[in-house]
């Protein structure tokens, strides 16, 4: 069966530090990723999505960035944290020919001081 | 205008209630519309998916008018474990774009 880690679950970073979170998915080979935050109260947005190895679209802009450096491993990094960059970040994986559902890892929450 | 729309809630409903949400979307060339649940501080699952000619899972029934681009999701016979947010979720096409709602929030109490 298909499984998604996510980590890490919670961090607390100070404005201006760098992020790393990672995501992995088991059991599935070619899949889509999704990289997903949710703020305080507010629906999930989309940030980022990939189809393939080294293959990323940016959503919406902003100083987040994503990288796909093998197939079932998906990264969302910053090099500077902004107050703003807090809330509850979910990594998602698709089969590619799905016609919409989502698996969902645990999420991390981060907040950002 | 937000591309998908929700009343946020929350609804206060006894157990036994029939509860019903309602979600617009703005995007007339959106492919596909699913409910998805989420519990307070975990990730969303999806709980059905919407067809045209409106579909039931158990005590879940979905609804899908394209005309008016409205969703609508029943929940009869409500229990305390359907507390939860729901959310109306839009697929664009393409790379199996989802846009989410914000969610409306249930509260099933004895």
């Known amino acids: 069966s298909q499984t998604i880690h996510q980590w890490p679950a919670t961090l607390v970073q100070p404005v201006g530090s760098p992020l790393s979170l990672e995501c992995t998915v088991e059991g599935t080979s070619n899949p889509n990723l999704y990289w997903y935050r949710q703020a305080a109260g507010r629906g999930l947005q989309l940030l980022f999505y990939?189809?393939?190895?080294?293959?990323i679209s940016s959503e919406v802009p902003q100083n987040l960035s994503a990288s796909r450096p093998q197939d079932r491993q998906f990264i969302l990094s910053s090099k500077k944290l902004l107050l703003s960059d807090s809330g509850f970040y979910l990594c998602a994986w698709s089969v590619q020919s799905a016609r919409g559902e989502l698996f969902f890892g645990e999420g991390s929450r981060l907040t950002v001081l | 205008r937000k591309e998908v729309e929700q009343d946020p809630g929350p609804f206060n409903v006894p157990e036994g209630a029939t509860v019903a949400f309602n979600c617009t979307y703005s995007?007339?060339?959106?492919?596909?519309f699913f409910w998805y649940r989420q519990d307070c501080r975990k990730e969303p699952k999806l709980l059905m998916s919407v067809y045209s000619s409106g579909n039931e899972d158990g005590r879940f029934t979905a609804q899908l008018n394209r005309a008016s681009q409205y969703i609508s999701l029943l929940i009869r016979d409500s229990k305390l474990s359907d507390s939860a947010t729901y959310l109306c979720?839009?697929?664009?096409?393409?790379?199996?774009?989802?846009?989410f709602g914000a969610g409306t929030r249930l509260a099933v109490h004895p």
């Open positions: 995007n007339s060339a959106s492919q596909s």
């Open positions: 990939s189809v393939g190895i080294g293959q």
């Open positions: 979720v839009v697929n664009l096409g393409g790379y199996n774009k989802l846009i």
